[in-house]
Protein backbone atom coordinates (compact mmCIF):
# COMPACT_ATOMS: atom_id res chain seq x y z
CA UNK A 1 0.00 0.00 0.00
CA UNK A 2 1.64 3.15 -1.06
CA UNK A 3 -0.66 5.51 -0.75
CA UNK A 4 -0.81 6.65 3.42
CA UNK A 5 -4.27 8.31 2.62
CA UNK A 6 -7.59 5.29 2.10
CA UNK A 7 -10.72 6.52 1.49
CA UNK A 8 -14.02 4.02 1.54
CA UNK A 9 -16.26 4.50 -0.76
CA UNK A 10 -20.06 5.17 0.81
CA UNK A 11 -22.63 1.71 1.02
CA UNK A 12 -26.26 2.17 1.36
CA UNK A 13 -26.97 4.11 4.67
CA UNK A 14 -23.00 3.93 5.59
CA UNK A 15 -20.97 7.45 5.75
CA UNK A 16 -17.58 8.34 3.86
CA UNK A 17 -14.64 7.19 6.19
CA UNK A 18 -11.47 8.88 5.51
CA UNK A 19 -8.49 7.21 7.50
CA UNK A 20 -4.65 8.95 7.32
CA UNK A 21 -2.19 6.84 8.12
CA UNK A 22 1.07 7.79 9.50
CA UNK A 23 4.43 6.78 7.24
CA UNK A 24 6.39 4.46 9.53
CA UNK A 25 10.07 5.46 9.63
CA UNK A 26 11.89 2.52 10.80
CA UNK A 27 14.66 2.32 8.03
CA UNK A 28 17.32 2.90 10.78
CA UNK A 29 16.20 0.88 13.52
CA UNK A 30 15.75 -2.10 11.21
CA UNK A 31 19.47 -1.12 9.62
CA UNK A 32 20.61 -1.49 13.54
CA UNK A 33 19.34 -4.70 14.02
CA UNK A 34 20.34 -6.02 10.94
CA UNK A 35 23.94 -4.73 11.40
CA UNK A 36 23.75 -6.34 14.95
CA UNK A 37 22.61 -9.41 14.01
CA UNK A 38 25.44 -9.86 11.19
CA UNK A 39 28.03 -8.22 13.93
CA UNK A 40 27.21 -11.21 16.12
CA UNK A 41 27.03 -14.02 13.12
CA UNK A 42 30.60 -13.00 11.93
CA UNK A 43 32.02 -11.79 15.10
CA UNK A 44 32.84 -15.87 16.11
CA UNK A 45 34.50 -16.86 12.47
CA UNK A 46 38.32 -16.26 12.94
CA UNK A 47 39.79 -13.48 10.27
CA UNK A 48 36.14 -12.69 8.92
CA UNK A 49 35.04 -11.49 12.35
CA UNK A 50 37.04 -8.42 11.44
CA UNK A 51 33.90 -7.63 9.37
CA UNK A 52 32.26 -7.18 12.77
CA UNK A 53 34.66 -4.48 13.94
CA UNK A 54 32.65 -2.08 11.58
CA UNK A 55 29.38 -3.96 11.64
CA UNK A 56 28.68 -3.86 15.48
CA UNK A 57 29.63 0.00 15.87
CA UNK A 58 27.66 1.44 12.98
CA UNK A 59 24.73 -1.04 14.09
CA UNK A 60 25.41 1.07 17.52
CA UNK A 61 24.79 4.40 16.28
CA UNK A 62 22.07 3.99 13.93
CA UNK A 63 20.31 2.34 16.80
CA UNK A 64 21.42 5.03 19.42
CA UNK A 65 19.67 7.62 16.28
CA UNK A 66 16.74 6.00 15.77
CA UNK A 67 15.97 5.75 19.43
CA UNK A 68 16.50 9.42 20.11
CA UNK A 69 13.54 9.82 17.30
CA UNK A 70 10.24 10.63 18.68
CA UNK A 71 8.47 7.93 19.74
CA UNK A 72 6.95 5.43 16.99
CA UNK A 73 6.64 2.28 15.79
CA UNK A 74 10.54 1.31 15.44
CA UNK A 75 11.60 2.01 19.28
CA UNK A 76 11.68 -1.45 20.22
CA UNK A 77 13.59 -2.64 16.93
CA UNK A 78 15.76 0.52 17.71
CA UNK A 79 16.57 -1.33 21.38
CA UNK A 80 17.34 -4.53 19.88
CA UNK A 81 19.11 -3.29 17.37
CA UNK A 82 21.22 -1.52 20.15
CA UNK A 83 21.20 -4.57 22.13
CA UNK A 84 22.77 -6.98 19.66
CA UNK A 85 25.16 -4.10 18.36
CA UNK A 86 26.39 -4.15 21.77
CA UNK A 87 26.85 -8.15 21.99
CA UNK A 88 28.67 -8.09 18.89
CA UNK A 89 31.11 -4.91 20.05
CA UNK A 90 31.37 -7.21 23.31
CA UNK A 91 32.62 -10.15 21.01
CA UNK A 92 35.28 -8.04 19.24
CA UNK A 93 36.47 -6.69 22.67
CA UNK A 94 36.71 -10.87 24.07
CA UNK A 95 38.38 -11.69 21.04
CA UNK A 96 41.38 -8.70 22.08
CA UNK A 97 41.49 -10.06 25.24
CA UNK A 98 42.10 -13.38 24.00
CA UNK A 99 44.39 -12.90 22.11
CA UNK A 100 46.42 -10.87 24.87
CA UNK A 101 45.97 -13.38 26.70
CA UNK A 102 47.40 -16.01 24.82
CA UNK A 103 49.96 -14.07 23.60
CA UNK A 104 51.25 -13.46 27.12
CA UNK A 105 51.10 -16.76 28.19
CA UNK A 106 53.37 -17.40 25.07
CA UNK A 107 56.03 -15.13 25.95
CA UNK A 108 59.50 -16.97 27.75
CA UNK A 109 60.82 -14.73 30.45
Given at each position: ?T???ITV?P????TNV?V?V???????????L????FA?C???I?????I??????????L????????A??G??VA?A????S???L??C????V???????????P
Open positions: MDPDAHAGAHHAPQDTGLAVASVLGVITVWPFIGLAWILAPLGLIGLVALKRPGPRGIGIVCAIGLGIGWILIGAVATVGVA
